[in-house]
Structure formats: structure tokens, C-alpha cells
């Protein structure tokens, strides 16, 4: 009975809430490794801190846990999204290059840059919670290119103070209306979003790659379980121009 009332919508919210919150509070107060590290300037030059991403994506991952083994998948996607997305934060940072061309084009090169880590660790953790969502290799391929896409869609638009959180919130709404535990993935994901979402919209926080990443995969693996084949292959056809646009307009900013 507790793990149906925790597996439930309202039940994966509110616990992502709470363990977001939670998580956010205790790096604040421990600040791991100083807080210098954990210190960036946002897009208007103010100093916001990092702890909202590792934080979200603890949060989401616990939303998750009640659920059926086969939704647990969310816990891999998310966690793995989030620690690449975590990696290329401090790895990363003052890296002008953006896009999978650059750091492609880089590691042709012999350079592995923290992109290109983030880019094939997300993909990984993205096939692999596909792999165990689905029976049939087909779909197992979509669901993984939808997972690991719509991770990178919510990292694109995380641009501004909280957009990224308003457009979890926005996309993950839909799912809600769906029958079964995938409704409660998508709840867990909005969950944690809001939960971080004052701080961030006071540019107090911000999520970085490790939050936006992490938030993007639990909502990827929500609408991959919710989905069959022929909705599956629709998300990803879209995904992937969308992200192959995003790469095109980085490639065009920085030429």
C-alpha cells in the first residue's frame, strides 16, 4: 500500500519535492570541495549557485523509486543524464565550443573534450533505459533516442532563469493525463523542477547541465514508456531535427 500511494502521481511529486529540497539544503551547507566551485555567473554577469542541478536530479531519481522495476529505468536515465551533465559543468566550464559538431569535431582531433563525454554518456544512459522500457530492438533504439533527446531539448532551452523548469512543467502537464505508472515518471520530473524553480527564477540558482540534463531524461523516459512504436518514432523524428537545427544555429553564431 505505501509503495502504490509513493508510486502514485501526487506520491512521485511530492517525494521528488521533498528529497530536491532536501538535497539543495545539504550542499548548501556542506558546499563539497569549497563553495567557489559551486559559484558561476549567470547570462546577466550575477553569481548564482549549482546546487539546484546535482539536487534535481537526486530528487527525480527518488520520485521514481516506488515505482514498477520496468519505470525504475528513470532512476538510471536520470541519475547517468545528471552525472554527465554534472561533469561537463566543472569540466567544462569557460569551453566557448557548443554543439556535437564541435566537440565531434574536436575528438576527431584527438581531443575528448567534456562535451563530448556528456554527449556519449547521455546517449548510453539513454539506450540503456530504452533497452529496459522496451521488449522489441525497434523500440528499445526509439525509446533511447527519445530519452537521451529529450535530456539534451530541456538543456537547450535552459537559456534564461527558470525555462528550463517552466518548460518540464509544460511538457511533463500532458502526461499527467495518461493512464499507468508512466504518468508518474512525468510527475516525479515536475516535482523536482518546481521545487527549484523560485530559486531559480530569483537567479539565486540555476540548474547547469547536470539539473536540465537530469530533468530532461525523466521526462524523455515518461512519455518513451507512455508511448508505442509509431508515437515513439514521431517524438524522436523530432528530437533529433530539433537538435540537428540547435547545432546548425551554434555552428552559424560561432562562424
Known sequence: MIERKLGSRPGAAAVAAA????GTAALRFLAPGGAERWTRKNYAGRSVDLYAGPAVALGAAAGVAALPARLRAAALAVLGAGACGGYDDVAGAGDPRRGFRAHLGALRNGEITSGAVK????????LAAGALLKERPVDKALAGVVVAGTAHLVNLVDVRPGQAGAAVLALGAPGLLRKG???AVAAAAMGAAAAVLPDDLGERTMLGDAGAHALGAALGTAIAAGNGRAGLAAHAAALVAVAAYADGA???VGS
Open 250 to 252: 551554434d555552428k552559424r
Open 19 to 22: 528529497a530536491t529540497r532536501a
Open 181 to 183: 505508472p508512466a504518468a
Open 119 to 126: 554527449l556519449f554518456g547521455i546517449s548510453a544512459a539513454g
